[in-house]
């Protein structure tokens, strides 16, 4: 059988023969490609083959099992090189291929060709990005958004053409409207009018905010925090919180067994921050934050919060200090430290950073100044009861105090 037989191709998944069959978009005779939700491959081995939809020009799918070689498409090991699995000893030794991809993942784009008598298969990882059109300048009655990908021409060996994306209105004014594209870093935007009025090939930056047709990099970036008040952040372009009035960027600071959170005004390029709401409320804030006038600032020397720039596996430790991220755990937020195994880690955000001879388990996030010399999960679970400095407190009067690891307030 030829690639040239097949008028659409099947893909069997997860191995599990018996699950939902997923039809690959046609391109060619010799060439199929599909886009998959993450969580498909992102559950373990991604293992899958192909069949044709339909038996002599029938629009019935025909039924394979894995010991079925019935219109399965023989491959070489050639034709995957790693990512082939031979299955040895099955009767559909070279039929299964699997896929490894970051588990991060939101989307997969397969694509496959059939070329010198063999299936070559390639795979690329899609990664969710948002931008922001500010209609305030401009004031189109219509927008509309197309986005392009060069490095998923490259993967396809074929032209890319992009794609028309659904426009969301925001503001409720028609000022805000946001775009949600899946690509790689080399992903490109562009928003139109419907008129022929266009902005430049943008710089798809994360929540990047755009208000004009002349520049290609965003003139602001949305910062957002969820409903537990704080935040870990970091972005590629330098910022200036200094006339936010909602939420404010803070760096970290480590001296005498002690983690001090200070307020900045500015924050440099891939430089790692904790944000906060200014009144102190624990709950969701947005703002939009412009970029800052000098974009070659450094990082701060004596910042402890490290940048994450892209999705990565973080190790506990690092260059003799130990790594901790923002989370919850048994309803109390703070820093943690990281798993012996390695934590994931999404691009934009950072981790705390503190010489290992002074790490405890956990830090808290109360207050300006928190101990971290002798504070541990492990010597806050006897019921004792300790200051939120770290101070072990034998006859606590009212306040706020840390046993067991949660926050308790005597009245």
Not at 80 to 92: K, Q
Request: proline share 2%.
């Amino acid at each position: 059988m030829t690639a040239n037989a097949w008028n659409s191709a099947v893909l069997h998944y997860d191995g599990h023969w018996n699950s939902d069959d997923v039809y690959f978009t046609k391109i060619s005779d010799v060439e199929f490609y599909i886009q998959l939700d993450g969580s498909v491959i992102n559950n373990g081995l991604f293992y899958f083959r192909f069949a044709v939809k339909g038996d002599g020009g029938s629009d019935v799918l025909v039924e394979k099992e894995p010991n079925n070689n019935d219109q399965d498409q023989e491959v070489s090991k050639d034709a995957v090189t790693s990512n082939y699995n031979a299955w040895t000893g099955e009767s559909h030794q070279k039929k299964a291929w699997y896929i490894s991809q970051d588990e991060n993942a939101d989307k997969v784009d397969i694509y496959i060709k059939w070329a010198n008598d063999t299936w070559n298969i390639t795979a690329v990882a899609l990664y969710k990005q948002t931008i922001i059109w500010d209609n305030s300048k401009k004031n189109w009655s219509i927008v509309k958004a197309y986005s392009y990908d060069d490095d998923l021409k490259d993967h396809r060996k074929i032209e890319y053409l992009g794609k028309w994306n659904d426009v969301q209105e925001l503001s409720g004014d028609g000022n805000k409207f946001s775009v949600t594209i899946y690509g790689t870093s080399g992903v490109k935007a562009i928003f139109h009018n419907g008129s022929g009025e266009q902005t430049q090939n943008l710089n798809v930056i994360n929540n990047g905010v755009y208000d004009n047709t002349t520049s290609t990099d965003p003139s602001k970036i949305s910062v957002s925090i969820k409903n537990v008040g704080y935040a870990t952040f970091c972005c590629t372009k330098a910022l200036n919180f200094l006339n936010e009035t909602t939420i404010e960027a803070c760096k970290a600071s480590v001296s005498a067994g002690k983690i001090t959170y200070t307020p900045v005004t500015t924050v440099a390029a891939d430089e790692g921050v904790l944000l906060r709401r200014k009144d102190g409320t624990l709950a969701a804030a947005t703002a939009i934050i412009p970029l800052n006038n000098d974009q070659t600032i450094s990082p701060a020397s004596d910042n402890a919060f490290k940048a994450i720039t892209t999705r990565q596996k973080l190790a506990q430790t690092t260059d003799g200090n130990t790594n901790y991220i923002l989370t919850i755990v048994d309803e109390t937020l703070g820093f943690y430290k990281v798993n012996a195994n390695g934590s994931w880690c999404a691009a934009g955000t950072a981790y705390l950073s503190v010489p290992s001879q002074l790490a405890p388990d956990f830090i808290a996030l109360d207050g300006e100044t928190t101990g971290i010399a002798n504070v541990s999960r492990e010597t806050i679970s006897n019921n004792q009861y300790y200051t939120l400095d770290g101070r072990r407190v034998a006859q606590p009067t009212k306040g706020l105090y840390i046993v067991n690891g949660k926050k308790v307030i005597i009245k």
